[in-house]
């Protein structure tokens, strides 16, 4: 996983996002990636985010995702304002040992 990858997701592992409870809205996890880890643009955490919650760009899902995240067909992801995001059980597998 690249740096940025990390970050998402041990941000959501303190925020508590865990795939056994009820979706985030996506702003408030880039909010916190942004303000805490990663100083960078919101758009590139964003774009991480529906990375990780399409099944056709990782082989294993590491964010679980609710709402218009995109399609093959080259379709973009709706605006983070209007998605919901958790992580994913593997991704809370992951992150046990920390």
Same mark, same amino acid.
């Given at each position: 996983?690249?740096? /940025?990858?990390?970050? /998402?997701l041990?941000? @959501? ?7 056994n ?8 996890v ?11 643009g919101d758009i590139?955490?964003?774009?991480t985010? /529906?990375r990780?919650?399409q099944?056709?760009s @990782?082989?294993? @899902?590491?964010v679980?995702g ?21 992580m ?6 992951l992150?046990?040992?920390?």
């Open positions: 996983l690249k740096p /940025v990858h990390r970050r /998402v041990f941000a @959501m592992n303190v925020l508590g996002n865990d795939w409870k009820p979706y985030k809205k996506s702003a408030r880039v909010g916190d990636v942004i303000g805490k880890y990663h100083p960078h590139a955490v964003y774009e985010i /529906v990780l919650a099944p056709f @990782m082989r294993y @899902m590491l679980d609710q709402g218009n995240f995109g399609s093959v067909d080259g379709d973009s992801a709706a605006a983070m304002r209007y998605t919901e995001v958790r994913a059980k593997i991704a809370h597998e992150l046990a040992d920390l």
